[in-house]
C-alpha cells in the first residue's frame, strides 16, 4: 500500500501530534498521506474529499470514528478498507491502538494484513407507507423512546410475519459487528463478525421473560410504533450507527434489510475478536 487517507477524530488528537507523526512517517516511507476536512466541524461531520483510489483509510479516533468514516465511504460508493487507531476507550472495531505504531503502519505498508469483510444493513424510516430517511448502518440501526421518560409499545415482524410486542425503551437491531456495541450494553450475544446474522434486542423491556433473537442476515425486519393511552407527536426516534436520526410518530415504521455491500475492515495478523476480547473485557490479563 501508498496511497493513504487519515480520517481524524480532532478531538481525540487536539493538537494533532499523533497525526501529523503518522503522516511524516509514511511519507517517510515513500507513501502518500491525505488528511481531509470535514464538513460540519471537526469533531463531528462529514469526511470531505477521499479519492477513490485511495488504498486504505486510516482512522484515528475510536470506535465512532471509524463508523462515520464508514457510512460517508458506502453512501459515496467508495470500496476502500478501513483501519482503526484507536485513541478512544474499548475500540472494538479498530485495530490498532497508538503504542503499536509505527509497526501496524509498517505491516500495512508491506501488505502483511488480514482482510475482514463485514456485513452492512440498511434502514428505511417509513411515515404513512412514505419513505423519510434511509441509510446504511455498520452497527446497528436503534429505535428508541423520545419525549419525556417513559416507555414505547414496539411491534416486531420479520419477513411480514409478527415475532413480538414490547413495551421498552426501544430495540437494537445489531449486525455481528455491532453485537459488540449497544447490543453488549443491553445483555445481547456478542457474534464473530463473520457471522451473517443480525440480532434483535430489547432495550429495559417491560417484561420479564423478552430476550434478545438472532435472525439469518437475509430476513427483514420491520418495527413498528404502537399507539399507547397517552401519546406525544414524537413517539421514538430511529438511529443509524448512532451518526444519523430521524424522529417517528405513531404507527411510523423502520425496515431493516442486509444491504448488498459489505465493508472492508484490515487487521494485523494474530489480532481476531478473541484476542480483543481477552483485552478488552478483562478476562484475562497479559
Do not use: W
Request: charged share 20%; with cysteine; glycine share 10%.
Amino acid at each position: 500500500m501508498k496511497k493513504f487517507a487519515l480520517l481524524v477524530n480532532h478531538t481525540k488528537d487536539p493538537g494533532l501530534a499523533v497525526t501529523k507523526a503518522i503522516r511524516d512517517y509514511l511519507n517517510c516511507a515513500g507513501a502518500s498521506c491525505l488528511v481531509p476536512d470535514k464538513r460540519g466541524g471537526q469533531a463531528e461531520g462529514t469526511f470531505l474529499g477521499i479519492p477513490a483510489d485511495t488504498e486504505c483509510a486510516l482512522t484515528l479516533g475510536g470506535d465512532g470514528t471509524l463508523l462515520t468514516a464508514a457510512q460517508d465511504l458506502f453512501r459515496e460508493g467508495l470500496d476502500i478498507p478501513l483501519f482503526g487507531i484507536n485513541m478512544g476507550t474499548l475500540g472494538f472495531l479498530t485495530s490498532a491502538e497508538q503504542k503499536d505504531l509505527p509497526a501496524c503502519l509498517d505491516c500495512l505498508l508491506a501488505d502483511k494484513y488480514i482482510v475482514d469483510e463485514r456485513r452492512v444493513i440498511t434502514g428505511t424510516v417509513l411515515h404513512e407507507g412514505q419513505p423519510q430517511m434511509t441509510s446504511p448502518a455498520l452497527n446497528d440501526i436503534v429505535v428508541a423512546r423520545a419525549g419525556y421518560s417513559r416507555i414505547v409499545d414496539l411491534k416486531i415482524y420479520v419477513n411480514e410475519e409478527l415475532l413480538n410486542l414490547y413495551s421498552a425503551d426501544g430495540v437494537i437491531i445489531s449486525t455481528a459487528t455491532g453485537s459488540t456495541g449497544y447490543n453488549l450494553s443491553a445483555g445481547g450475544p456478542i457474534i464473530l463478525p463473520q457471522t451473517d446474522v443480525m440480532v434483535i434486542s430489547p432495550i429495559c423491556p417491560h417484561s420479564l421473560q423478552a430476550r434478545s433473537i438472532i435472525v439469518p442476515g437475509y430476513d427483514e425486519i420491520r418495527v413498528e410504533i404502537g399507539r399507547r393511552s397517552k401519546t406525544q407527536s414524537d413517539e421514538a426516534i430511529a438511529t443509524f450507527d448512532g451518526q444519523l436520526a430521524q424522529q417517528m410518530q405513531v404507527q411510523d415504521c423502520v425496515t431493516v434489510r442486509r444491504a448488498d455491500r459489505t465493508v472492508k475492515i484490515l487487521r494485523m495478523p494474530g489480532n481476531g475478536l478473541y484476542r480483543i476480547l481477552r483485552h478488552k473485557l478483562g478476562s484475562v490479563n497479559q
